[in-house]
């Protein structure tokens, strides 16, 4: 009779402990797997990494951003190519969030093309500021600038966007963007795309959708300097 009240109590033991175990599971957000993540660093604040896929299978395709804290940021330059040791899970944020991140390791550089995107399109936005105004929506056309993954451009519609207007920033043409309320919307587009020796030449035009009046900075520059870009804008051209 011990022996089975015995045996009793173990089995309950268990089972107690079994159930502790699942609550302790479903709360943590680190499953029992980890994996490792290749992204470009395009932004970064305090200890988190905005980042984007930058696997060789992934980064001509992939245009989402991912969140990547980590007590390495201060270490890590905007431009770097790092791995990511993370615990596998990715939350369904926006951007989206890398779960349990433990390490992050620069691999490489790669020039910090989102950056000189986001000085020129900041800089125009600056350039005739009356055309900006009622506008609280914002879209980006990369169309004619081929020289960014689609992961880099959704990271400049999506910081420039914040920036600029308080908004989610698109990603789309004039052609593509039928809204219910046009006098809210601006599109921003990069285009002429020229190599030079030491760079680039590139043309930043702003559109409001209400009007047909647009402001451009023509030929703007920019020149390799290290890991990223001397930016300089253009001449500023204008439509009424």
């Given at each position: 009779?011990?022996?089975?009240?015995?045996?009793?109590?173990?089995?309950?033991?268990?089972?107690?402990?079994?159930?502790?175990?699942?609550?302790?599971?479903r709360?943590?957000?680190?499953?029992?797997?980890?994996?490792?993540?290749?992204?470009?660093?395009?932004?970064?604040?305090?200890?988190t990494?905005?980042?984007?896929?930058?696997?060789?299978?992934?980064?001509?395709?992939?245009?989402?951003?991912?969140?990547?804290?980590t007590?390495s940021?201060?270490e890590?330059?905007?431009?770097?190519?790092?791995?990511?040791?993370?615990?596998?899970?990715?939350?369904?944020?926006?951007?989206?969030?890398?779960?349990?991140?433990?390490?992050?390791?620069?691999?490489?550089?790669?020039?910090?093309?989102?950056?000189?995107?986001?000085?020129?399109?900041?800089?125009?936005?600056?350039?005739?500021?009356?055309?900006?105004?009622?506008?609280?929506?914002?879209?980006?056309?990369?169309a004619?600038?081929?020289?960014?993954?689609?992961?880099?451009?959704?990271?400049?519609?999506?910081?420039?966007?914040?920036?600029?207007?308080?908004?989610?920033?698109?990603?789309?043409?004039?052609?593509?963007?039928?809204?219910?309320?046009?006098?809210?919307?601006?599109?921003?587009?990069?285009?002429?795309?020229?190599?030079?020796?030491?760079?680039?030449?590139?043309?930043?035009?702003?559109?409001?959708?209400?009007?047909?009046?647009?402001?451009?900075?023509?030929?703007?520059?920019?020149?390799?300097?290290?890991?990223?870009?001397?930016?300089?804008?253009?001449?500023?051209?204008?439509?009424?």
């Amino acid at each position: 009779m011990k022996k089975l009240l015995c045996l009793l109590l173990a089995l309950c033991a268990v089972c107690t402990l079994c159930a502790c175990s699942h609550i302790h599971v479903r709360d943590d957000p680190a499953p029992k797997f980890e994996g490792t993540f290749t992204g470009k660093v395009v932004d970064k604040r305090d200890n988190t990494l905005l980042i984007v896929n930058w696997a060789e299978d992934a980064r001509d395709e992939d245009a989402g951003l991912y969140f990547a804290p980590t007590k390495s940021a201060p270490e890590i330059a905007v431009g770097d190519v790092i791995e990511v040791g993370y615990s596998g899970l990715i939350f369904e944020t926006f951007p989206s969030e890398l779960g349990g991140v433990k390490a992050a390791e620069v691999l490489s550089q790669s020039p910090d093309t989102a950056g000189l995107y986001r000085e020129a399109f900041r800089a125009l936005w600056e350039t005739e500021p009356g055309l900006n105004e009622g506008v609280t929506e914002l879209a980006f056309d990369f169309a004619a600038a081929p020289d960014m993954t689609p992961g880099e451009k959704r990271a400049v519609a999506y910081l420039c966007g914040s920036e600029l207007a308080g908004c989610f920033g698109q990603l789309g043409s004039l052609s593509e963007l039928r809204p219910d309320e046009p006098e809210a919307w601006m599109v921003m587009e990069a285009s002429g795309v020229a190599e030079t020796g030491d760079g680039f030449t590139f043309t930043v035009t702003k559109r409001p959708l209400a009007g047909a009046a647009s402001a451009s900075l023509a030929d703007c520059t920019a020149k390799k300097d290290g890991n990223g870009y001397v930016f300089t804008a253009g001449t500023l051209e204008t439509e009424d």
